[in-house]
């Protein structure tokens, strides 16, 4: 299997991105047939808004209407994660065993990362002298999963 970071990277030339920012976890759903709603009624009682269900056959990423967009984006990304690493994107809570769910999670966040924030344009916006809230602002991403990605690509030190 590739690496979470490769495989974003991968999915990023399928979907013929041409480098504009910020990137739109949506419509990559969308190029590869998943559909992204958000509506509360979806989440089956949860507030997570993380689902990633199946139904009639359909896979499908269900985010939070009340969540701010930069969660959502990380949200739809994490999945899709799920989906293209671990197979189908069933996220199966109650077979896994706690280190596999881990090891997975770890695995769908990393990928995130890596398609909303890919190493060469995060790269440049910091030589251009952005600050945190504006590189999180750049990428429609949290400030907190700017700071993480910073830290994986050792710019923070
Ligand atoms: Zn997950």
């Known amino acids: 299997m590739s690496s979470p970071e490769a495989l974003a990277a991968t999915v ?14 949506k419509a990559i759903a969308e190029c590869y047939g998943i559909a992204v709603k958000s509506e509360v009624s979806l989440m089956g009682g949860t507030n997570s808004g993380r689902g990633f269900k199946l139904g009639d056959g359909k896979v499908m990423i269900i985010v939070n209407p009340a969540d701010s967009k930069a969660r959502q984006n990380f949200t739809i990304a994490h999945e899709l994660g799920h989906a293209f690493l671990h197979g189908c994107g069933i996220h199966d809570r109650s077979t896994d065993r706690v280190e596999v769910y881990k090891q997975k999670e770890a695995q769908a966040n990393a990928f995130a990362a890596a398609l909303l924030m890919p190493e060469s344009p995060v790269r440049n916006a910091v030589e251009l002298g952005k600050n945190l809230p504006e590189l999180a602002e750049l990428f429609q991403v949290s400030q907190t999963a700017m700071y993480v990605r910073l830290n994986h690509l050792g710019i923070l030190s």
């Not at 990023?12 to 976890?25: A, D, E, M």
């Open 12 to 25: 990023l030339q399928n979907v013929g991105w041409n480098g504009s920012l910020p990137i739109n976890p």
